[in-house]
């Protein structure tokens, strides 16, 4: 056998690198997605459900999109908006010659008949719905937005692909959707529920020149046909992806990883960094938990690192820690983490006591649909028990947790889990008003109230330091730490880059 | 033939069909409702606001009084409408009618299986009792009776998709797959069903067939000097299918309404696998729907075994 030395092959391999670095992924073939299940629904107006966005972001495009840093950059807007002095009015341009699937060009009649659908049908839309004062399209690809008070989270709103802001053609909006008609570089071509939701390339898509960057910049549809299968069972995706049957698979149990791993040179482990966030919320308004200094006491009494570790095991899938925000984004901030991960027993029994808990027993409300909700709330438990408490796990399935939690009634405490957003108004939703918990205090409506007013990013990251701060001192939620996801990608999947909501432009199959 | 006895027969049968569906319908709206879930949180999505859910459940009707919904549930089947899916926003009946194929194809391949390892099995094991044939037979047949599918299912996948690549581990083909390649998606599944459901046909042969083959007709029929075979086959194995018939009915009924593990385990998007998915979206009209037509299947099965046995067995036909 011909053996190189080290360092000619070494040398070998730099001289292959560039190519390789600039050879595109090839063009033509049908990739097999394996996702976690059935979309909700092809409207991303009508669920905020992250499947529902995951799909439909190739089919529709959004005003603005965010990039491999999270900023909110322009994807059919020409640029960024013009901005009165007062903060109140958005001037915006759409991007000329952009087609539809459906031919023509899009317009500022579609933006703005778009929009307005979606500031009455999207939870997020209705938000800025409600500061909004008009919204009118002046000329063919200028739309003005008035609104009566500032928006800072405005760009992040309409980039989102989760409840999206998407642009259709005008002529198809209806409610239900009916046909699906964007911008992309997919089109809809057929959904067969259960089976599969199948998107094909959209040969005359208006790409941006820009260079790609996460969401935002070129968008090249490589793959000719784009099939979402929905492969409920977890095991059943690794399986798929092991053999070579899905060229990607989605959100694979963490301890599957080895088994990816060992699984030959056909098929990639995809580790996500944070992923996302598990948290819990209390339900502030009835109960053993409106009492903020139980909640206090809580708090003090559990580990996170115990509840962590049992969750995910491998250190590569978590990070203990309090900031809500990861170190190096603009929201990172230690405030109120001297707070985090005390599992102090002793402390957190003469809080309770002072604060006069006297033994009530405290619902927790879980699930197995995602069992690292159950392991936690698990360990949770027994952290509770040891500083006194008397917790009681509910354990249920996913519909009936999502219906109890609406009533305040039934529960203290539930689990669950968010993407890890760029913006602190995009999620939890516990951060606005009317979600379970019913988090509604004078101190949330100060903090939130001069951050959400306040457009200059840089005073926006120091406002945040006295969110945080209040959610460490009134507990109505506690996040628990981050968390990566595993996904797997055939070998044969070129170009593909990770992403929360992943997608597949830019993405060929090797022949 | 007793035509009038025949005619009563039938319509008493036909008449229970229909008592059992009504019965069937109250039930399966009872449960569903009984059931906690809220299909309209899931339909919205983690970020909907509790206003968003509520003034979605009351387009939905899923405010009203719950006799109030079963009566409008009722009186549109009573027309032929089966209702909306909630999830999948299409009719039910076209949700039933897309999951009819792959389930009714892994049903009839999966029963065939059986049937052709079951009867020779049976057969094998009642003619040579007592001996090593017969311990084999029934020891298989024992373990294929406590084997779950479940682990079957996931332990062929292992090594017979991931490890030899000789099938694929889950789904029922791209869109528009032509037929074979949607046969060898099923197959896996349907050795799966066929192998296990085989232990249950293998024991009722061999139990019918050792009765029979104790019978004086029996005896005669070797005394006239005929063959072993056509013995076996002509005289025992006839008066013998009754019990494997109904067998047969039952299996069949219980695949298409039932294979819910290997559906599930497979991917394939079959009645069970509807019925499940729909039971955790809490998709009420697919729920009940998909039970309905579920049950409709079973009684109807049930009437043709009956019809089969006018036919198989003449003691039945005259009365």
């Known amino acids: 056998m011909l053996r190189l030395p ?37 409207d991303p107006m009508a669920s905020t459900a992250d499947l529902v966005g995951t799909i439909m972001q190739h089919v529709y495009e959004t005003l603005y999109a965010f990039d491999s840093k999270w900023n909110a950059v322009p994807m059919l807007a020409d640029g960024m908006p013009r901005v009165s002095a007062d903060g109140m009015t958005y001037t915006i341009n759409i991007r000329k010659g952009v087609k539809l699937h459906s031919g023509r060009d899009l317009d500022s009649q579609d933006v703005v008949a778009s929009l307005k659908r979606w500031m009455e049908m999207a939870p997020r839309g209705k938000s800025v719905g409600k500061d909004t004062v008009s919204l009118e399209a002046k000329g063919t690809n200028t739309l003005e937005w008035k609104f009566s008070a500032p928006s800072a989270s405005l760009l992040a709103q309409l980039a989102l692909p989760s409840g999206m802001a998407i642009i259709m053609a005008k002529e198809t909006i209806a409610s239900p959707l009916v046909s699906f008609v964007g911008t992309g570089p997919y089109k809809f071509k057929e959904r067969k529920p259960d089976q599969f939701v199948v998107l094909t390339r959209f040969d005359t898509y208006s790409a941006r020149s820009e260079a790609a960057s996460g969401y935002a910049g070129k968008r090249e549809a490589l793959l000719d046909e784009l099939r979402f299968t929905p492969v409920p069972n977890a095991n059943t995706r690794v399986e798929g992806a092991l053999s070579g049957q899905f060229h990607f698979a989605d959100q694979l149990n963490v301890d599957a990883l080895p088994r990816v791993e060992k699984g030959g040179a056909g098929v990639v482990p995809i580790i996500t960094p944070s992923f996302g966030f598990p948290y819990m919320v209390f339900n502030t308004k009835e109960g053993v938990m409106a009492n903020q200094g139980v909640r206090q006491a809580i708090q003090i009494a559990i580990g996170e690192a115990e509840m962590l570790t049992a969750a995910y095991g491998d250190k590569r899938f978590f990070t203990l820690e309090g900031n809500h925000f990861p170190q190096g984004t603009p929201f990172y901030s230690t405030a109120g983490t001297d707070q985090y991960n005390k599992q102090d027993a002793k402390r957190a029994k003469d809080m309770a006591d002072k604060a006069g808990y006297k033994g009530e027993t405290i619902r927790l409300l879980t699930s197995r649909q995602y069992e690292f909700h159950h392991t936690m709330v698990q360990v949770m438990a027994e952290q509770l028990r040891a500083a006194g408490f008397k917790p009681e796990m509910q354990v249920v399935d996913w519909a009936t947790l999502v219906q109890r939690r609406g009533d305040s009634k039934v529960w203290d405490i539930y689990m669950t889990h968010s993407g890890q957003l760029p913006e602190p108004m995009l999620s939890p939703p516990q951060l606005g008003e009317g979600a379970p918990g019913w988090w509604s205090t004078p101190a949330k409506a100060k903090a939130l109230g001069e951050f959400n007013q306040t457009t200059d990013p840089a005073k926006r990251a120091q406002l945040w330091s006295a969110v945080q701060q209040v959610v460490y001192t009134e507990v109505p939620y506690i996040n628990v730490g981050k968390f990566s996801s595993l996904s797997a990608r055939s070998s044969k999947l070129e170009g593909y880059t990770p992403a929360t909501w992943p997608f597949f432009w830019n993405t060929g199959l090797a022949k | ?254 695949m298409i309404g039932g294979a819910v593990v290997t559906e599930t385990v497979f991917n394939l998007p079959g009645l069970g696998n509807l019925v499940v998915r729909a039971v955790l979206r809490r998709d009420y009209p697919v729920i009940q729907g998909a039970l309905l037509a579920i049950a409709g299947v079973y009684v109807i099965i049930n009437f043709l075994i009956d019809v089969l046995y006018l036919v198989a067995d003449p003691r039945v036909r005259h009365g």
């Open chain 1, 6 to 42: 080290r360092r000619h092959l070494l040398a070998l391999l730099l001289a292959t690198l560039p190519f390789a670095a600039l050879a595109a992924p090839p063009k033509g073939g049908a990739a097999n997605l394996a996702m976690i299940g059935e979309p909700q629904s092809l």
């Open chain 2, 1 to 254: 033939m007793n035509f009038n006895h025949l005619g009563r027969s039938l319509a008493g049968r036909f008449g229970g069909m229909l008592a059992v569906l009504s019965l069937v319908s109250v039930l399966v709206f009872i449960l569903t409702r009984l059931a906690a879930g809220d299909p309209i949180a899931l339909l919205l999505g983690d970020q909907a606001s509790l206003q968003d859910i509520e003034l979605t459940r009351q387009r939905y009707g899923l405010d009203q009084p719950l006799l109030a919904q079963f009566l409008y549930w009722a009186t549109e089947i009573l027309k032929g409408n089966l209702g909306q899916s909630i999830f999948l926003q299409m009719p039910v009946t076209q949700v039933l009618l897309d999951r009819v194929e792959p389930t009714l194809s892994l049903a009839v391949l999966a029963v065939s299986m059986a049937m052709l390892i079951g009867v020779p099995c049976g057969i094998a094991a009642a003619v040579w009792r007592g001996k090593l044939i017969d311990q084999c037979v029934s020891t298989l047949a024992m373990l294929g009776a406590s084997m779950p599918s479940f682990w079957m299912g996931l332990v062929l996948i292992q090594l017979f998709a991931v490890g030899a690549g000789w099938f694929p581990v889950s789904g029922y083909g791209d869109p528009g797959a032509p037929w074979n390649i949607r046969l060898h998606h099923l197959l896996l599944p349907a050795f799966v069903l066929g192998t296990l459901n085989s232990a249950l046909i293998i024991r009722f042969t061999r139990a019918s067939m050792l009765d029979i083959l104790n019978e004086d007709y029996i005896r005669t029929a070797r005394s006239k000097g005929l063959s072993e075979i056509s013995v076996v086959l002509n005289h025992g194995l006839r008066n013998a299918l009754v019990p494997i018939l109904t067998v047969f009915g039952l299996t069949l009924a219980l």
